[in-house]
């Protein structure tokens, strides 16, 4: 076979050949890209695609891990914009996308990328920059890990789900700027018991509002049976104010 072998330096030859070897391994490593969500297969995993282009190959959509942590779920959405990162070794063992375990042995590089949300100018103005947003595209949901205890902050509600004797507790006081509603009664802090305070209000307060048996006990009278004295029964007065 005719070649120019002898005719190039061994030295030049070398340095190609190292060249060579060199930028094959470079390939082998993993990248860290941009990428954006195409698909969300469950609260922790999602199918990225790489925003990349005039590449003289195609890179394919790749299902990843989510960076962070069970106890906080983002409400990924698809088309949300951020970035693979690249790790070093086998990674599922940890995800669950392949399961088994890690060691030392080289992956392709594509393999153990993890996807990170990323900030952007595009984002929506915060009431207080200082402070912890939390927000969706439904609103939130604060939970235990069980799901017996539930906070709903959405559109449409605002609503706390206790299980059956697990008591709401406020240690201070509350102001309600609108309307309470009850539909329960008004019992001792031990839930056994009648209450034992006082109700003060400026306004009337009227027992069976809206039906046939009302009573505004501020103007309530009774009229006082006949007690065969031979005098003319009248109603009783209506309660005294502070009593």
Do not use: C
């Not at 539930?150 to 789900?161: C, G, H, I, N």
């Amino acid at each position: 076979m005719v070649d120019n072998a002898q005719k190039v330096p061994l030295a030049r030859s070398l340095e190609a050949f190292g060249l060579r070897k060199a930028q094959s391994a470079i390939d082998l490593l993993g990248q860290s890209l941009p990428a954006s969500v195409v698909a969300v297969p469950s609260s922790g995993i999602v199918k990225v695609k790489v925003e990349l282009t005039n590449l003289p190959f195609t890179i394919p959509q790749i299902t990843v891990p989510i960076f962070g942590a069970e106890y906080l779920r983002l409400p990924i959405q698809v088309g949300m914009k951020g970035a693979v990162m690249a790790f070093d070794y086998y990674l599922g063992g940890m995800t669950g996308l392949g399961g088994g375990t890690a060691d030392l042995t080289p992956r392709p590089n594509l393999s153990n990328l993890v996807f990170a949300p990323l900030g952007s100018t595009a984002w929506s103005v915060v009431e207080d920059p200082n402070a912890v947003v939390l927000y969706g595209p439904n609103g939130a949901i604060l939970r235990d890990a069980q799901g017996r205890i539930k906070l709903f902050l959405q559109p449409a509600k605002a609503e706390l789900d206790l299980p059956g004797g697990v008591p709401f507790v406020i240690n201070g006081n509350v102001v309600v700027n609108g309307n309470l509603g009850l539909s329960g009664n008004i019992v001792a802090a031990d839930g056994s018991s009648t209450y034992a305070g006082n109700l003060h209000t400026s306004g009337n307060v009227v027992a069976g509002f809206g039906g046939a048996d009302q009573v505004g006990l501020q103007s309530h009278t009774h009229t006082q049976p006949n007690d065969s004295h031979n005098d003319v029964e009248g109603p009783t007065s209506a309660p005294t104010a502070g009593t």
